[in-house]
């Protein structure tokens, strides 16, 4: 079946230390690649996608993510956390050119210390 | 710009209960979406509706119906309530199904939702 998994059900951080939040899906077509965000109290936004291209890609507030293909992963970063980058982020994927199932991970909570 | 507008935004029902969601979207999307956020279990797709007129299952759409009721409207109904129905419900629009370039999905704040 398909799925998308987040390893990470909860990271803390100390600010200025580096991020990374994995994210495998299990689809055996082309796909598109998403990390959405919720801060507390609030609905989700888009934080960064991959549909084609370069496998870097790069998002609002500093984070990055990078597709490996053979890894069948979309991890996302961030060199150095702040503290209202705590939130819980989302990996999301669908498959392209058949819309609308977008299928999201679990979810990863960050907490990030002042 | 409101965006997507969900109603209410808090319900407690009782179990056999039934209830409707309304959203509506003052975007011009085309398409609609209703997912769930339990702990623990992210988001899952409930039902969607690609474009006006049509509507598919997602995930979990087993004790739900919805109605695509005009372009900016699509209403969740839960006929018979059940303890293990208890969640937030967020619905979302996109400009298009989210398999094309550039149509990120828009939601909405959010029902929360007990069945007792």
């Known amino acids: 079946a398909q799925s998308v998994s987040q390893h990470n059900h909860h990271v803390i951080l100390s600010e200025a230390a580096s991020l990374e939040l994995g994210c495998n899906y299990s689809?055996?077509?082309?796909?598109?690649l998403f990390w959405y965000v919720q801060y507390p109290g609030q609905h989700l936004q888009l934080l960064l996608k991959?549909?084609?291209?370069?496998?870097l890609v790069k998002g609002i507030k500093g984070f990055e993510a990078e597709f490996i293909k053979s890894k069948f992963s979309f991890n996302l970063r961030k060199p150095s956390v702040q503290w209202s980058d705590t939130a819980e982020y989302f990996c999301?994927?669908?498959?392209?050119?058949?819309?609308?199932?977008?299928?999201f991970g679990q979810g990863t909570e960050l907490s990030v210390k002042p | 710009n409101a965006g997507v507008t969900q109603t209410p935004k808090f319900q407690v029902l009782k179990t056999g209960q039934s209830m409707t969601l309304q959203c509506a979207q003052d975007m011009n999307h085309n398409s609609m979406y209703w997912y769930r956020q339990d702990p623990g279990m992210g988001l899952r797709l409930i039902y969607y509706?690609?474009?006006?007129?049509?509507?598919d299952k997602g995930e979990v759409p087993n004790g739900y119906n919805v109605s695509r009721l005009n372009k900016r409207e699509f209403s969740l109904r839960l006929e018979s309530a059940a303890p293990s129905q208890t969640s937030v419900y967020f619905c979302a629009s996109s400009e298009s199904p989210t398999g094309t370039y550039n149509s990120p999905l828009h939601f909405g704040n959010g029902t929360r939702l007990t069945v007792t």
């Open positions: 509706s690609a474009s006006e007129g049509t509507t």
């Open positions: 991959y549909f084609s291209g370069d496998p």
């Open positions: 689809y055996g077509g082309t796909v598109n």
């Open positions: 999301a994927v669908t498959l392209r050119n058949q819309g609308g199932k977008l299928i």
